[in-house]
Structures are given as C-alpha cells and as structure tokens.
C-alpha cells in the first residue's frame, strides 16, 4: 500500500541539505505536535485530493506546504521566504528518488509560494505542488 506522506517526509528530512538545515525533521503533517513551540522553525503540510485505494502502482496528491520560521510572531517574513526557498530547492526537479517507504516520481510547483500571516500573527509562506509516488517494490 502507498503512503504518500511517509514517501514525501522521508524525502523531506534527509540530512546534509538546505532544508534540513532550516527546520531539521520538524516537518510535520496536517498540524504540528502539541509540544512544538514558535522557538523552531517547521514546514506543516497537507495532502489533498483523492488518495484512490492505496493499490495503484503510483499515487499522484496535491500537497499544501506552510513555512513557519521561529520566533511566532516576531519572526521576519523574510525567514519564512528562506525556509520556503530551502524547501522549493528540495523539491524543484526531484524525480525517482528513492526513500524508505517507496519513491518520490517527481514533484511539480503549481502554485508559487504567497506570504501570510496565521491566525496567532506568525509570517509563513505557503505553496502547493503536484506530487506522485509508488510504494517500494
């Protein structure tokens, strides 16, 4: 069975890049753990769309990413645009890149990253990309 957000997270938190050094593993999906706190910065993300029945040989899911850097809302817009570049130079051009869990086929932007504000103040910067995935063999 394919689990679109194992593969996407298992690609996301490899060590020795760009994104890891802007958030580490604290990328996390639909919401972040009750424990986390503003003092770090996190990418939360959100699957959408139909999953299909998990037996198919490749998914394909619109995923909405949200950059949060730390410091709540004192933080700079400015951070949230760092942790979404580090996150678009992960993900721009990613194709058949193998994980524990299966292979991450490729990842498309298809909404450019847009700043905002949460609801508590904090600046983030959100996109959303197209993603496709199978499970590992």
Known sequence: M????????????????????AVGVRIYQSYAPDNWTPTTSAVIFHL???????????????VEFDC???GGED????DAWAIYQALHDR????????????????ATETVTGSDS????????????????VRATA
């Open 117 to 132: 504000r949460t609801e508590d103040g904090w600046p983030t910067v959100s996109a959303i990309w197209e993603i496709q």
């Open 91 to 106: 993900l721009f051009q990613a194709t058949l890149q193998a994980v524990t869990g299966g292979t991450l086929i490729y």
């Open 68 to 70: 949060i850097p730390a």
């Open 75 to 78: 933080a700079s817009p400015a």
């Open 48 to 62: 959408g769309g139909d999953e299909g029945d998990g037996h198919a040989p490749a998914v394909t899911q619109t």
């Open 2 to 21: 394919i689990n679109p957000a194992e593969i996407l997270r298992n690609y996301l938190v490899v060590s020795a890049t760009g994104l890891y050094t």
